[in-house]
């Protein structure tokens, strides 16, 4: 009998965290419909916009001022192997391009990108926001539809 190294390997917190949040929003959407996918989408706001505010702390005690540039040097979030971006710092602003997210990967696995999406539309916007009020995130690209998610975090104009 083949084994199957996905039973037999201890999975992520990752991957448990997406298969949570997928399990969670599936009964509040079922049963409120629009409402609870705002309230969903209210909730992660929250989440990273209290993140945010942690990274500006983190920033601020190793004496960095609060600009993008700086942004992803203080993040609180490890990166592990499951996680693959190429990071490109400009001036007054800092871009992304994810060829690989675990949490993408674990919501298509399970074919729930419909709830994974209420997840990646705020969270890396609300971060940023809660970091700096006047950065931005733009995310024009998600792995879901165009294989890489794209991000340009700046300050508005």
């Known amino acids: 009998m083949a084994k199957n190294p996905k039973i037999e390997e ?3 917190m990752y991957e448990m965290f997406a ?3 997928s399990h969670v929003s599936k009964e509040v959407v079922e049963k409120f419909g629009d409402e609870g996918k705002e309230a969903i989408k209210k909730g992660v ?3 990273g916009y ?3 505010q942690n990274i500006a702390k983190r920033a601020e005690a190793n004496g960095l001022p609060n600009i993008p540039e700086n ?3 203080s993040y609180d979030m490890e990166r592990s192997e499951l996680f693959a971006s ?3 710092y400009g001036k007054d602003k800092v ?3 994810f060829t690989k997210c675990i949490f993408a990967s674990q919501w298509m696995e399970d074919g729930d990108e419909e709830y ?3 997840y990646c539309e705020m969270i890396d916007p609300s971060v940023a926001a809660g970091y700096n009020e006047n950065m931005e995130c733009i995310h024009e690209k998600h792995i879901f539809e165009d294989k890489v998610c794209t991000f340009c975090f700046k300050l508005k104009d």
């Open 19 to 21: 298969k949570l949040f």
């Open 71 to 73: 942004y992803l040097t």
């Open 45 to 47: 706001w929250n989440f």
């Open 116 to 118: 994974g999406m209420l």
């Open 10 to 12: 201890p999975v992520s």
């Open 86 to 88: 190429d990071d490109t």
């Open 50 to 52: 209290e993140r945010g």
């Open 95 to 97: 871009e992304q391009v």
